[in-house]
Every structure is written in structure tokens, then in C-alpha cells.
């Protein structure tokens, strides 16, 4: 009997190491699809913007970022996100904070504000308490990325932390491609 329990918690600890050991904290993905972003929809506010609609925004390249003030994984991403705003907005990225909240606590306007100040965002955030966006790009993730072409095409998608250069040279590629002219 003592060898069946340690041959199961062997077999428990091996399962354990290949899940949680096999560095799948992070998945990337290129869209093979690229169907068309859907429109921001039931948002409940619109904080350090006025509402905007994918449709105002074609023709730049924009970044929506799911994430809540109250996941670790988000606010580690965060950083990274205010950064690329900051280096790459005057060439054209647009990037949109879509907070979707996980608890209840989190549907506060308040205190989505007080996140807001607290890690220095300075780009467009809509408050997503109906999951009406969220539902709308099929997410399931906290924190996720989706990037968007000049034409409005999701091109690119990142569920959790990490591969910020990857992420980070698909946004150069991106704006380098809005500003060469078609090929003929």
C-alpha cells in the first residue's frame, strides 16, 4: 500500500512539474483568420478619453489590453503597456485599456480611477463592467492583448505575461507597415 501512494504522488508530482513547470504562463499567437476587431460595446465609462469606436480608429494601429487594478498579472503588464503608449503613439499605435472587472469590488469607477493615477496610465481606458467588449472579442484571459492593423484586422494575440519583445516587434511592424504605401 506505502508503494501505491508514493507511485501516485509520484505520478502527481510529474503531472505538477509538466503543467506548471512548462513555462505555458504566457501563449502568443499571429491570427491566421484576422477577422475585424468588433467595436467597443456596453461600455460603462470612458476614462482619460472620450468614447471611441474602432471605426475612428482605422487607419492606426491599436492595441487593446484586457486586464482589472486587481490582477497580479496585469499590473505586472502594465509597465510594458504604458510604455509602448509612450514611445509609440506619435507614430500611430492607439492604445486602449479595456478594464474588465474579476470581482465586484472592481466594477467601482472609482476605484478604477485611483488604478488609473496609481500606475501612471495615461491612455484611453473603457470600463467594461458588462463584459460587453470582453464578450464581443471572445476573450477569456486576464491579462490579453490584441493587436489591430491600419485596416482594423486583428493581427496578433497575447493571453499573460511576458513575450514583450515579441509583442513590442510586432507593434514596430505594424506601424512600419501603416506607413509604407501599397505594393502595386
Known amino acids: 500500500m506505502r508503494y501505491l501512494i508514493r507511485g501516485i504522488l509520484a505520478a502527481?508530482?510529474?503531472?505538477?512539474?509538466?503543467?506548471?513547470?512548462?513555462?505555458a504562463v504566457a501563449e502568443s499567437q499571429k491570427v491566421s483568420d484576422?477577422?475585424?476587431?468588433?467595436?467597443?460595446?456596453?461600455?460603462?465609462?470612458?476614462?482619460?478619453?472620450?468614447?471611441?469606436?474602432?471605426?475612428?480608429l482605422r487607419g492606426k494601429v491599436v492595441l487593446v489590453d484586457f486586464w482589472t487594478y486587481s490582477c497580479i498579472n496585469c499590473v505586472n503588464t502594465?509597465?510594458?503597456?504604458?510604455?509602448?503608449?509612450?514611445?509609440?503613439?506619435?507614430?500611430?499605435?492607439?492604445?486602449?485599456?479595456?478594464?474588465?472587472?474579476?470581482?465586484?469590488?472592481?466594477?467601482s469607477t472609482a476605484n478604477v480611477q485611483a488604478a488609473i493615477r496609481k500606475f501612471g496610465i495615461r491612455y484611453p481606458v473603457a470600463q467594461d463592467?458588462?463584459?460587453?467588449?470582453?464578450?464581443a472579442y471572445h476573450n477569456q484571459y486576464w491579462p490579453a492583448m490584441y493587436l489591430i492593423d491600419a485596416d482594423g484586422r486583428i493581427v496578433y494575440e497575447h493571453y499573460g505575461e511576458g513575450q514583450y519583445k515579441e509583442t513590442e516587434a510586432n507593434i514596430q511592424k505594424l506601424l512600419a507597415a501603416r506607413k509604407s504605401p501599397p505594393a502595386r
Open 129 to 135: 463592467n458588462q463584459y460587453g467588449t470582453w464578450s
Open 12 to 23: 502527481a508530482g510529474i503531472a505538477a512539474i509538466h503543467i506548471f513547470g512548462s513555462g
Open 34 to 56: 484576422q477577422r475585424y476587431a468588433p467595436e467597443f460595446k456596453y461600455i460603462d465609462h470612458w476614462l482619460n478619453s472620450e468614447p471611441l469606436t474602432m471605426q475612428q
Open 78 to 107: 502594465l509597465p510594458y503597456v504604458t510604455q509602448w503608449h509612450d514611445k509609440y503613439k506619435d507614430q500611430g499605435l492607439v492604445v486602449v485599456g479595456v478594464h474588465t472587472p474579476e470581482f465586484p469590488f472592481e466594477k
